[in-house]
């Protein structure tokens, strides 16, 4: 029998290969095929994304979302600076807000950052306004949205008391604002609608400037003093245990300086795993079940990691 081919060239499929470009067509940010994705992260850690995109405005990141649903492909937003990509990377398309960094002030005390703003930004930006509330931030350096959708915290407080609302772009395209009342803030994490977060609005109010300034320069000298700064990492690996701290759990059961090839747990910080040089993510996952099991064993302590773990091993 004649096979009618020209129809099933028309039906067939489109390759992964195919949807992947389809996905990302006409968008005017940087789109760049089989990314290393190493250099966007703090651990400097991951393998390749089959396509790393850099929307330049939330506009580009509609037509992102609308034709990545279309095309049915995954995507992942990447700040970098609380995450392990595994060694084979990530399959779809990932995206960086890293052009998307306007701040700008409004009426009330009121800061509106889009989502690529780095944390350290955002703070010197409040501290030049003389605007205080975000100075419990200082240190952490993720993006604005990354820590939204974190509720990153530190001892002095957490993203959570600062939010006033959060603009997200969800997979249909739809911009929507959705005001911090919405959102169920809890323990790293915030529940938030499925999309990319494209802005924040943040609650401040009017301080002096020496005074917020002073209480960020402490606060820095305290993570300078008391965490591994100077080798990459991607912050707390696990989540703090009720009433208890995950550092003092690894610390009690002598896994401070314990290693797998080049990942080796912060002799500074027990919560921290650096990388002192060319770590794997295989590397890392061995050392974290390595401590997992030793305090489970130990302690009867379930450690739940902080770090979001993503990409094919
Ligand atoms: C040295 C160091 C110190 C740190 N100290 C702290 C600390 O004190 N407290 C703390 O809480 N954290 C800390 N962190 C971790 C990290 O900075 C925070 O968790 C931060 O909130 C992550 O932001 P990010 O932009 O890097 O997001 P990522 O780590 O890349 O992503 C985290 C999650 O958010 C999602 N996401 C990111 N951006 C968006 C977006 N625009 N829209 C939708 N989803 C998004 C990602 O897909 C992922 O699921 C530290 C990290 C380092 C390296």
């Avoid at 603009?167 to 959102?183: K, L, Q, W």
């Amino acid at each position: 029998m004649r096979r009618n081919l020209q129809y099933e060239q028309k039906t067939r499929p489109a390759s992964k290969e195919r949807r992947l470009q389809l996905a990302v067509a006409g968008l005017r940010g940087m789109v760049q095929f089989h990314a290393p994705l190493k250099d966007y992260t703090s651990f400097h850690i991951g393998g390749p994304a089959d396509v790393l995109v850099q929307p330049v405005d939330v506009e580009d990141v509609i037509r992102l979302s609308r034709q990545v649903a279309e095309q049915r492909v995954p995507i992942f937003v990447l700040g970098g600076t609380n995450v392990l990509i595994r060694d084979k990377g990530i399959r779809g398309v990932v995206v960086s807000l890293a052009k998307l960094r306007a701040i700008k002030e409004e009426p009330g005390s009121v800061l509106h950052a889009e989502g690529g703003v780095g944390m350290p930004t955002l703070i010197g930006y409040a501290i030049r306004r003389s605007l205080a509330g975000l100075e419990w931030a200082a240190g952490i350096p993720g993006s604005v949205a990354g820590c939204v959708v974190m509720n990153a915290g530190t001892r002095l407080g957490e993203m959570k008391r600062s939010v006033k609302a959060v603009r997200v772009v969800s997979p249909n395209g739809t911009v929507t604002d959705c005001p911090a009342e919405s959102i169920d803030f809890s323990y790293r994490q915030a529940t938030l609608p499925p999309g990319i977060v494209v802005g924040v609005w943040l609650q401040l109010k009017p301080g002096v400037r020496s005074d917020i300034e002073k209480v960020v320069k402490d606060y820095l000298r305290y993570r300078r003093d008391t965490q591994p700064l100077t080798l990459p990492s991607a912050g707390c690996v696990f989540k703090n245990p009720a009433n208890d701290s995950a550092g003092r759990v690894v610390e009690a059961v002598g896994l401070k300086g314990a290693s797998v090839g080049d990942a080796c747990v912060s002799t500074k910080h027990a919560n921290f795993i650096v990388n002192q040089g060319q770590a794997s993510a295989r590397d890392v996952l061995s050392l974290i079940r390595k401590v997992r099991t030793r305090v489970a064993r130990r302690t009867g302590i379930k450690l739940e990691l902080e770090l979001k773990l993503v990409g094919q091993a």
